[in-house]
């Protein structure tokens, strides 16, 4: 039987029907999972992130046009919805300021549902300011082109290199701190 | 990881201009990631990578990291609700409708353009009278205000006649109570001062009872003290 594309599933979803979304939401749930785990550290915070994550696309999902695709659409929904989520959570932390580690942040990695190398790598990512952290996720577990992070970020695609390329200078420290 | 390909066919036209030189760290690091390089500035990447060595390194950390990410595992989601998710809007109520307020403006501006406009519609047998500037006729008002006024006159002539029989008959009343209390008030005064003479005529009565008790009594003993007096007439008085 053929898989339903999303265009077809999202008409289904907008005209009422249950099951087309969930199967639509089912198709997605682990990558906004793990977006959520790597943006926030914490498996509850990856949870509730999900969640609004979701609840915007639906109300949105009428706005949907079609243009680009929906991958890309959702995550630049996620990715307002974890700015967001950053400023309710830490409103005296600008996107751009290198978060102070925290030990509950740390911890949240050794979380069930985290294995060892994932471990490793959230809580590398924790240490990276806001801004620098959404290229990385974007970049490297989005698989988006520079152009595309630019479109989902509201950045120019020059910028978003410099991010990626100031990131990778914090990165180098903290895998070699890992692997140490 | 990107993979190196010589793309020279896809590069950007006006990346192409730009000069081996003019090409930041972060300019060559993007077409690299991007996989856009074309000969040329694969030439300079792979010269930078060999000569700048912190350049290299950032490009080492990216390969590292790329693998990390690619051995990411991507574990089942735990149980969540999804359902809550599917936030459908609740059917609008009729009295929600949209158009209501509209409705109500409208309305609002019809009964204004009427009292404005001074409408009036009148029938007679039917008994439907809307009228806003109330201009009825000047004879109409003359008898519906003599109407009244007769009216009030004969409400206030009833009232002043019902007051006047009222006051006539609290006069006489009051006369006649008045002319009673003088009658009894004059019967037992004169009473009191008949009682009063009658008292004073006793008691004058009494006191000469008394005088002359006591002047037989000195009498007597005059006779008795002196009884040779009585014989030769010197008895004094």
Redesign the interface.
Known sequence: MFEKTDEQLIAKALKGNKQAWLNLLKRYEKQIYHYGMRMTGKNEDAMDLMQEVFISVFRNLSTYRNEGSFKSWMFRIAHYRCIEFYRRKKPMQGLDDTPEIESEAMSAADSIHTSQENKQLISAMQQLPLAQKALVELKFFGQFTFDEIAEQTGISANTAKSRLYGALEKLKTLIEVDYA | MPKHESQSGGAQPDELRISQSELS???L??LW??QQLNDQQRHEFEQRCLENEPFA??I???N???M??E????????S?????????PEKVKWWQWQGLPTLSFATSMLAIVMVLTGLQVQTNDGAVTISFTGKQSERKIDNLVNDRLEEFQKTQQLALTNYTQTIQQQQMDTSTQLTQYLLGASRKERREDFAELIKYVNEQRSDDQLFYVRQLNQLQKDIYAEPDLIGSGNINE
């Open positions: 760290h972060e300019q690091f993007g990631v991007d390194e950032k080492q950390t990216f590292m990291f790329s990390q990410s051995h990411y595992q991507s574990d089942e989601v735990p969540w609700d999804r359902v809550s998710t599917f936030d459908t």
